[in-house]
């Protein structure tokens, strides 16, 4: 595993474990997030998008550790990617981690991303774009979309990792050696 993709819902531990992973295996670590989210929320195009995207990924040529999947870079993600671990959390599982994270980002006023100023607020948190609104219309999509791909036999090159528990997904870590390992 050298190009791997870390897939789930919001607040399912995305992000942790690709930071985590890519230290373990002393890969580059991209956040998808981070190259969407221009300042103010606002969106980069998708061309602008695939460009950040592809240059990252060309940057990381011994290897990488993505953090996201949006429905417009499956194309671009799925076609370099030797391994897919998806985060498949129950929703009070997601729930409770999106709660803890979105609350101590409002407290803390910390910025979300490197390359952008957004920050979360108390207003935005319990506005109709909250990401608790998010979480709750995209979370079974999402399943859905995950358990279609993992199937999909034009991906079926694709080692697919289906974690269904934080337990589960620690001893997955613990048990993973380092970049020796061939899989």
Do not use: C
């Amino acid at each position: 595993m050298k190009f791997i993709n870390i897939i789930g819902t919001t607040g399912s531990g995305k992000s942790t474990l690709a930071k985590q992973l890519a230290e373990k295996r002393q890969l580059n670590y991209i956040e998808l997030d981070d190259l969407l989210w221009l300042d103010d929320w606002q969106e980069s195009s998708n061309d602008a998008l695939f460009y950040k995207l592809k240059i990252a990924m060309e940057n990381a040529a011994t290897g990488w550790v993505l953090d996201g999947l949006y429905t417009r870079t499956v194309p671009i993600i799925l076609g370099r990617v030797d391994a897919v671990i998806w985060l498949d959390y129950p929703f009070h599982i997601n729930l409770y981690r999106l709660t803890k994270r979105t609350l101590g980002r409002v407290i803390s006023q910390k910025k979300l991303w490197k390359n952008s100023n957004n920050k979360e607020s108390l207003k935005m948190m319990l506005s109709k774009e909250s990401i608790f609104v998010w979480l709750m219309k995209s979370y079974p999509k999402n399943r859905k979309k995950y358990f279609n791909l993992m199937h999909n036999p034009a991906y079926q090159h694709i080692q697919f990792i289906h974690l269904t528990s934080p337990k589960q997904t620690r001893h997955f870590l613990d048990n993973l050696r380092g970049k020796s390992v061939s899989n």
